[in-house]
């Protein structure tokens, strides 16, 4: 997408782009959905730096500094925050090694009637929106049952759904499934126009169910 409005801008070949991650590739579980990413990245000149992660910014010099030693100047840094749970978890004393231990089929914690769902919660699973509707549906789906004492709960499936931006309008799609099998795998959907209905239809029936919007 920056690609895109940097040409737009008409001013591409003047930038460069370099994405920095910390994974060994761009969807571990989805070897073909990588593929289509480096391939992408190649295409249109964006260099991917897997398997470092960026250590600290030096704002003075306008300078990223990766685990490795590695400087890297930039104009304009774009970066996801490290994840980790508010103080107020770690207060609770409910944290080992900065997450929550849950059981990752029922997310219930190690406190009797306490649940976690989201980025705090050690499923093994991707923080990332999607799975976290997953796990509180399997959280509702327990509670319901135990308050009524009826019917079986439904565990948390690790499966999730994520859109990818390929730029020109056009979408991919991957579906993963933590779960399932002995290691996790993804299902890749090549990127096209049509999937960009898909994706708005994703995020706006869940505006609609969540918030009513």
């Not at 920095?20 to 391939?39: I, K, M, N, Q």
């Not at 910014?57 to 100047?73: S, Y």
């Not at 976290?132 to 948390?156: D, F, P």
Request: one cysteine or more; hydrophobic letters at 40%; aromatic letters at 10%.
């Amino acid at each position: 997408m920056l690609h895109d409005y940097l040409v737009k801008r008409g001013v591409r070949e003047a930038c460069e782009i370099n994405f920095v991650l910390p994974l060994p590739s761009p969807v571990p579980p989805s070897p073909e959905t990588s593929r289509a990413l480096v391939s992408a990245f190649v295409e249109r000149n964006i260099g991917f730096i897997p398997g470092r992660r960026v250590a600290s910014i030096d704002n003075a010099r306008k300078v990223a500094i990766l685990d490795d030693g590695v400087e890297m100047q930039f104009d304009l840094f774009l970066g996801v925050p490290k994840h980790r749970v508010p103080d107020v978890v770690i207060a609770s004393g409910m944290t080992e090694n900065g997450w929550i231990t849950v059981n990752p089929r029922t997310l219930e914690t190690n406190y009797a009637g306490v649940y976690a769902v989201g980025d705090g919660a050690n499923t093994g699973t991707p923080k990332a929106g999607v799975f976290a509707e997953g796990a509180a549906r399997a959280v509702a789906s327990n509670l319901i049952v135990k308050l009524s004492n009826s019917g079986t709960a439904k565990q948390y499936d690790g499966f999730g759904t994520c859109y990818i931006e390929f730029g020109g309008g056009r979408i991919g799609k991957v579906e993963v499934d933590f779960f399932s099998g002995p290691k996790p795998t993804g299902t890749y959907h090549e990127a096209s126009l049509a999937l960009r209905a898909d994706k708005e239809h994703f995020g706006s029936s869940r505006r609609a169910r969540w918030f009513g919007m």
